[in-house]
């Protein structure tokens, strides 16, 4: 089954520490894309990706890092310049122009200890 | 600046009734609107596309409004269940691909 997958479910960090979460799909889709979901808050986008070795900053990239290598990847790094890393990442994909919405993964719940 | 709005408060409804949710936005010419569904704990699930120039959209007990005179989508739930009850969770489209999403709101469906 085509899917886009998440992990760690949970990822606890201590204070200083990078951290990276790993996205990957098989949906062959060409863009991908990093949000952060704090409670009441909606979905804030940090960082997308159309292509392969192309990225934009979304509205609240700061702290954060990606990179695109290849089509299938988008893995996502918590820098410690990050102040306030503890949330809920979601990572999503889509074909350009689809009709069908983005597909998103399970989640990851990063909690700074 | 932009800026998208659901009703935060939490919706409660009789199984059976229709369910309706409201998503107004500002500062803002989507050339889609989205619909989606958010159980605790997971990701968002896709549901429903509007574009700009479709008034309504249906897809089994959904329905979907887009009036961009009055820059506000409505989301229908006919016959809800007790299994609709989740977050659902509003999301504009304008150049490009990016989605900026709403807060949600929470529908629960009572017995």
């Known amino acids: 089954d085509g899917g886009i997958t998440q992990s760690p479910k949970y990822l606890f960090r201590k204070e200083g520490q990078n951290v990276t979460l790993s996205c990957e799909q098989n949906l062959n889709h060409d863009a991908m894309y990093w949000y952060r979901q704090d409670p009441g808050q909606g979905l804030r986008l940090i960082y997308y990706?159309?292509?392969?070795?192309?990225?934009q900053k979304g509205d609240i990239a700061e702290g954060y890092s990606v990179s695109r290598e290849k089509k299938e990847s988008f893995p996502l790094t918590v820098t410690s310049a990050q102040k306030n890393p503890t949330a809920f990442y979601l990572c999503?994909?889509?074909?350009?122009?689809?009709?069908?919405?983005?597909?998103f993964g399970s989640g990851t719940r990063l909690t700074v200890v | 600046s932009q800026k998208i709005e659901q009703n935060s408060e939490a919706l409660n409804i009789q199984e059976g009734k229709t369910a309706t949710l409201t998503c107004n936005y500002t500062?803002?010419?989507?050339?889609?609107l989205q619909w989606y569904r958010q159980d605790p704990g997971r990701g968002p699930v896709f549901l429903l596309l509007i574009r700009e120039n479709e008034k309504e959209k249906r897809k089994e007990r959904l329905k979907v409004t887009f009036d961009t005179t009055l820059k506000q989508s409505l989301f229908h739930i006919t016959a809800s269940q007790p299994a609709d009850s989740a977050t659902y969770l509003c999301?504009?489209?304008?150049?490009?691909?990016?989605?900026?999403f709403g807060t949600g709101t929470q529908l629960k469906v009572e017995l």
């Open positions: 999301a504009l489209q304008g150049g490009g691909n990016k989605l900026t």
């Open positions: 999503a994909s889509s074909m350009y122009g689809d009709s069908r919405g983005y597909t």
């Open positions: 500062n803002y010419s989507p050339a889609y």
């Open positions: 990706s159309q292509i392969v070795n192309d990225f």
